[in-house]
């Protein structure tokens, strides 16, 4: 009996060191913390960059018919963008501009950034070096964004096609876009009615007849209107952006290709006098800032 209970003892003795050193490797000693055995996901490098994300791929082409002419070319690819099939597009650029964008994936990337046409008619062509200039008139949905830029509802575009062996590729962007603008009257009646509801204080009013809701130019002039009251007149014909004296403010937010689609009109109240912006969205007029008539 003393025998057993004496193996017993050496038994649970050994039981307990071996749990002890257990301890011990997996805390450390000195009350160290040790890292679990099991890694958690937390500790992984993927999770320290927010997580798994798919892989970008292109899009697949869909199969079309190659175009046989510079103008076939130029009706496939300005139909796929209008359509939305970017794929399509981007094989019907040429290799120097696949080249620059990079892939299918970097082009559809890209198309909010692109102006889609709504609608488009091919007028004429010329010889060029490489290939094809054609003349373009396109409908697009009409839009003014600092970021952006400005996008006429229509203009006349001019595209090169170049011949790539047997084929013809279409440039990335045309090579002219000359919007088309209302007339100019009717940028003195747009300026008129936003000078008197602004007069009135009528600030609802004033921003149905602005093409952005903040508009650009000194605090004061844009608030003189409301802050003087009385008789507010429009003064003059319209004028083109590089009349005024200061006009870098929308250079800065528009790009300097502002001054051929901005226009200028003249405005006089009781105390103040100023020049009022207007840029076109659709077939009208919008103010869009304020500037000194230098005067």
Known sequence: MRRTALVLLVVAMGAAVGVGAVAVLQHGGGGATHRPPTPSVM???????????????????????EPTSPRAALEAFLGAERDALTARSYALLTAADQQDVGSSA????????????????????????????????????????EFAGFVSARATQVWRVAREGSTWRVGAAPLTDDPALPAAAAATSAVSRW?????????????????????????????????????????????????????????????????????????????????????????????????????
């Open 43 to 65: 500790a992984l490098p993927v999770a320290a960059r927010g997580g798994v994300r798919p892989v970008a791929t292109d899009p697949t082409p869909e199969s079309f018919a």
């Open 106 to 145: 970097a082009w559809a990337a890209a198309a909010a950034n692109r102006p889609r046409p709504v609608a488009f008619s091919l007028t004429y062509e010329q010889p060029a070096p490489d290939g094809e200039e054609i003349s373009v008139e396109v409908a697009r949905h009409p839009s003014l964004d």
């Open 195 to 295: 000078v008197q509801a602004s007069a009135a204080c009528d600030r609802a009013g004033a921003a149905s007849l602005q093409g952005v809701p903040d508009l650009i130019g000194p605090e004061d002039l844009v608030g003189a209107p409301c802050h003087e009251r009385g008789s507010w007149t429009v003064t003059g014909q319209p004028i083109a952006l590089d009349r005024a004296p200061d006009v870098q403010a929308f250079v800065e937010a528009y790009g300097p290709d502002v001054g051929t689609w901005t226009r200028l009109v003249g405005v006089r109240g009781p105390n103040s006098h100023f020049l009022a912006a207007v840029a076109p969205l659709g077939d009208d007029w919008r103010v869009i800032g304020v500037t000194s008539d230098g005067r």
